[in-house]
């Protein structure tokens, strides 16, 4: 149907067109959905595994997780089964993909942020590292396990770090803090009962 912008001869100057399906004449872009893209075959395949191992720091078993989902998403085009294994096996061998390099990584980006030995092995663990690639990440965060707790008590400005002494229920928020922080008990008992301004010394826990 052929309207005007005022209500008068469509073919006087600013007409318009309405369109009962759009309400104008501007175009109607469709969103592709995903799964209308091609099954991926053995080059698409490497090409993905390619673009996220070089995006992000990666495990052998992240990758190979995110290669079975973009599998499920788009299918298979490939002859026989999809290559997953080989293709992180020869991701790890192009050096592409480093579990031992990643679990140092990932042990000293929780250290920094203030987190305990157990929420390093923990996330070790969901990545998929094994015992041997994760063995050094686990000894550092083990050792680290000091520092990396007056870290977390600087940040939330509990126990030394406190801007003034807390009431009972304040210490007990601070233990429960450390404790979640993946801090060990007495390791988290000694910083949330301490004085502010007054940092222990390090111990072995």
């Not at 698409?44 to 599998?71: D, F, N, P």
């Not at 030995?117 to 050094?136: K, N, P, T, Y």
């Amino acid at each position: 149907m052929i309207a005007s912008a005022n209500g008068s001869d469509p073919t006087r100057q600013g007409a318009f067109i309405i369109r009962l399906d759009c309400g104008t004449n501007m175009a109607v872009n469709q969103p592709r959905r995903r799964n209308d893209r091609p099954p991926l075959d053995e080059a698409g395949l490497e090409q993905t595994a390619l673009s996220y191992a070089g995006r992000y720091a990666t495990s052998r078993a992240k990758l190979a997780a995110y290669l079975e989902r973009k599998l499920r998403d788009r299918g298979w085009a490939g002859p026989g089964a999809p290559p997953v294994a080989g293709l992180v096996d020869r991701m790890a061998s192009l050096g592409y993909v480093d579990d031992r390099a990643f679990a140092v990584a990932r042990a000293a980006s929780l250290g920094r942020r203030g987190y305990g030995a157990r929420r390093v092995d923990a996330a070790l663990r969901s990545a998929g590292i094994d015992e041997a690639d994760g063995a050094e990440a686990r000894e550092a965060a083990r050792l680290g396990a000091w520092q990396a707790a007056l870290r977390f008590a600087e940040r939330r400005r509990i126990g030394p770090f406190a801007r003034s002494e807390p009431s009972r229920e304040g210490r007990e928020k601070a233990l429960g803090a450390l404790l979640r922080a993946a801090h060990s008990a007495a390791l988290a008992r000694r910083l949330a009962y301490a004085r502010p301004g007054e940092v222990p010394d390090a111990d072995d826990d």
